[in-house]
């Protein structure tokens, strides 16, 4: 169990360009999380994934932001158009389905997003 | 909708105090709930969990006990150390938030700065 990995660390890029983060789940996890952090606050839920199917979106989530999970394996989570508002912490979490909400997320160290 | 209330932060205190930190929450359904740790630099680590009421859950001389008639989940420590200086998350998972994700509902965090 090498644990979810998340790449890159950090991602600096002017407004306007497009970015795409990868996430890597724990093998044998079937559902994958994408949240955000800003600084002062807790994770916000974006998005959810069991397999390769996104079951789940947040409000948060707009049209510049999209997420695949070709395979039911690993995640990009890509922002077109990037704004001054995106610079955030993404973070990538998995989780075993066992048809309970007793299931702990297990975090990855997250993507450092910051526009300029 | 699910929320969860912690404490403000941060908290200061010296080692081997007695730490309490507070966490309410509501929720629609009968959720789980955890306590996740972020140590300076690293992602988030679950550090106890409890699935339903009276449960307490403990990890690392933590605990804290799902009180539904409270609708809380405090965090306590009889005697802390300055390596748990961190910031402290309270969240909840709920079965009937979204279409069954068990996404995580998050507090804002509590920084917790334990002095020598």
């Known amino acids: 169990d090498t644990g979810v990995s998340q790449d890159p660390r950090h991602k600096i890029t002017k407004r306007g360009q497009n970015v795409t983060f990868r996430c890597d789940p724990i093998s044998e996890h079937n559902r994958l999380y994408w949240y955000r952090q800003t600084l002062g606050q807790g994770p916000e839920f974006l998005t959810y994934?069991?397999?390769?199917?996104?079951?789940?979106k947040s409000r948060l989530l707009s049209d510049r932001f999209s997420a695949e999970r070709p395979k039911g394996s690993f995640s990009t989570l890509e922002i077109q158009r990037t704004e001054q508002g995106d610079s955030a912490m993404y973070l990538c979490a998995s989780s075993l389905d066992t048809g309970h909400s007793n299931q702990p997320q297990h975090f990855g160290d997250g993507t450092r997003l910051s526009i300029l | 909708g699910n929320s969860v209330t912690q404490m403000e932060g941060p908290v200061t205190l010296s080692e081997e105090a007695f730490l309490t930190i507070n966490c309410t929450y509501t929720?629609?359904?009968?959720?789980?709930l955890f306590w996740y740790v972020q140590y300076p630099g690293e992602g988030l680590q679950l550090l106890l969990k409890?699935?339903?009421?009276?449960d307490k859950g403990s990890n690392k001389g933590f605990e804290a006990t799902y009180r539904k008639e409270t609708t809380s989940f405090h965090l306590e420590k009889g005697s802390v150390q300055v390596s748990d200086s961190a910031v402290y998350f309270c969240?909840?998972?709920?079965?009937?938030?979204?279409?069954?994700?068990?996404?995580?509902?998050f507090g804002k965090g509590t920084k917790l700065s334990v002095i020598p």
């Open positions: 929720a629609t359904g009968y959720p789980s």
């Open positions: 994934f069991q397999n390769e199917a996104q079951l789940e």
């Open positions: 969240a909840l998972s709920d079965s009937k938030s979204g279409a069954g994700s068990y996404q995580l509902t």
């Open positions: 409890a699935t339903k009421a009276d």
